[in-house]
């Protein structure tokens, strides 16, 4: 069975290897479309959803 991984926003950070605050930027400012769960007040990321992130980060040359 499948199980979903999920990541508070200090480790979807630290996976990422950028501060917690420039998810929280992203988050408010839309700037990347990473998506988020929110439940209550507390924020979650699926690692599903980080590395598909990444995925559309790959570049081949700068013209990208």
């Not at 992130?53 to 990208?64: A, E, K, M, P, Q």
């Given at each position: 069975m499948f199980k979903t991984i999920f990541l508070n926003p200090a480790q979807a950070a630290e996976y990422l290897q950028i501060k917690p605050a420039t998810l929280a930027v992203w988050r408010s400012s839309g700037r990347y479309n990473l998506p988020y769960v929110k439940v209550g007040g507390r924020v979650q990321y699926r690692l599903q959803d980080i590395e598909a992130?990444?995925?559309?980060?790959?570049?081949?040359?700068?013209?990208?």
């Open positions: 992130f990444i995925s559309t980060r790959v570049h081949l040359h700068t013209g990208n």
